[in-house]
């Protein structure tokens, strides 16, 4: 390996561990090992090679090469072009249309570099203030509004079916959706010239989606998720089950034990156990579904529904300002997850007054119209901000769960320095019940694993 490059490769493991890949030191010297035999001429290869060696997981591999591409960029400075005589937006539009209908991938390429530098730089590139940005220059530059332009580029004139020509579209929309993607990894690579790479790294690569905040999750993030429940739930299923079979082996039986041994000799080589059997437990879920919390409330609830098979019974209920039981819903809500809140909030009654929280008088209406829905074998996760909106808490309600209850678990979705804020009761509610963050779906599935009883 040539000098600098063990300290690039450090820094870029780094990068890697800071937005959540568990890169350790094996993996470092499996990928150091990988660059000394693949060399630094193809960088695709080399891409694929640190990839093999640094990638263990799932869905990361998008983080991956956003800090790839920062940490062993394509160029370094402005694009060639750019140094010569520099284009106009309508020319640039235009070669653009040309690429996307040839589908030139190398054109294209150099054509995100070019627009970054002529459309994304603001302020002085060198200063403090200065940098580049893909959001401005795919906002001036509108790639979008090219695609009847590109469309009617690759009929050539000629009448198409209507299948054909609906893939024609969407082929071209996948080709605009990747220069936008170029864009982006050019801004990402500009701007890192100028603040730093660490810097950018931290803050302008997404993070994966099991590291994506549920309150600030936008609409294909959301999707994202949704589309992560079943994988998860199998993975939690195979825990929980792990756990069960642990759980369910008791204290030694000596006398059966002496009894094995007879034939080892009278070594104990195989000790016998008195198993348990316990009954499977019963799961309560109780729901904020107001504002952003909902989103986070439907993905939990889709994704316990999704390990119905572990438990014997699972009852959901949701409030906003009423409650009301959605166990049907959810049930036939796995099917289309996207619009299940939305078929809440229209087909139970969850909204009596201003559509804002009202924990107290949820809890109370809980508690008084299905007493029968807690037993000794319940165990409850309410899933909720806590925010009352100045309202009682109503600890009563929460105690008296607590009482009738197995366990009780609250999973809260903002960050726990927020909770002793505004009108944020989590603090209180927390002196009854054991309160746990839960922002995204990395912490939510450690939390059911270890929370869920076997």
């Not at 009617?152 to 579209?169: C, I, K, N």
């Not at 796995?334 to 008088?361: F, I, K, T």
């Amino acid at each position: 390996m040539t000098g600098g490059l063990p300290e690039r490769l450090a820094e870029f493991v780094k990068a890697l561990r800071a937005q959540g890949i568990p890169a350790g030191p094996s993996e470092t010297v499996d990928a150091a090992a990988a660059l000394e035999v693949l060399g630094l001429d193809d960088r695709a290869l080399v891409r694929e090679g640190l990839a093999a060696a640094l990638v263990r997981r799932g869905g990361q591999r998008a983080v991956f090469d956003a800090a790839f591409d920062l940490y062993f960029p394509a160029g370094v400075g402005a694009p060639e072009r750019a140094r010569e005589e520099p284009s106009t937006l309508e020319e640039l539009r235009e070669e653009l249309a040309a690429a996307l209908a040839d589908g030139d991938r190398q054109a294209l390429s150099q054509l995100a570099g070019l627009a970054v530098d002529l459309l994304g730089q603001y302020g002085s590139a060198s200063g403090p203030g200065g940098g580049f940005s893909a959001h401005q220059t795919l906002e001036r530059l509108q790639p979008q509004t090219l695609i009847a332009r590109v469309l009617a580029a690759v009929r050539g004139g000629g009448a198409r079916g209507e299948f054909t020509d609906r893939l024609d579209r969407d082929e071209i929309r996948r080709r605009v959706e990747g220069f936008r993607g170029q864009v982006r990894t050019e801004a990402r690579r500009r701007a890192a010239e100028v603040r730093g790479r660490e810097r950018v790294a931290k803050h302008a690569i997404a993070p994966s989606p099991d590291r994506v905040d549920f309150l600030i999750a936008s609409r294909t993030q959301l999707a994202e998720l949704r589309r992560t429940i079943q994988p998860l739930s199998r993975k939690l299923a195979t825990r929980l089950a792990a756990r069960r079979r642990r759980m369910t082996r008791g204290q030694i039986d000596l006398r059966r034990t002496l009894r094995r041994s007879l034939s080892t000799g009278g070594v104990p080589l195989r000790p016998a156990y008195r198993h348990r059997r316990p009954g499977r437990p019963e799961i309560v879920l109780l729901c904020d579904l107001s504002g952003s919390v909902a989103g986070f409330a439907n993905f939990t609830m889709l994704l316990v529904q999704a390990l119905r098979d572990q438990f014997s019974k699972i009852r959901v209920f949701a409030f906003v300002d009423s409650t009301d039981e959605v166990t049907h819903l959810v049930t036939t809500g796995a099917a289309d997850p996207e619009h299940l809140g939305a078929r809440m909030l229209s087909e139970a009654a969850l909204v009596r007054w201003d559509g804002h929280s009202d924990y107290g008088g949820s809890l109370r209406q809980f508690t008084q119209n299905w007493p029968d829905a807690i037993g000794p074998r319940t165990s409850v996760l309410i899933l909720g901000d806590a925010r009352t909106n100045g309202g009682d808490p109503n600890l009563d309600a929460v105690r008296a769960i607590k009482a009738r209850a197995r366990h009780v678990h609250w999973l809260n979705p903002e960050r726990r320095s927020l909770w002793s804020t505004g009108d944020s009761a989590a603090l209180e509610y927390a002196e009854v019940v054991e309160m746990h963050e839960c922002r995204t779906v990395q912490q939510l599935g450690t939390l059911v694993t270890r929370l869920l009883p076997v």
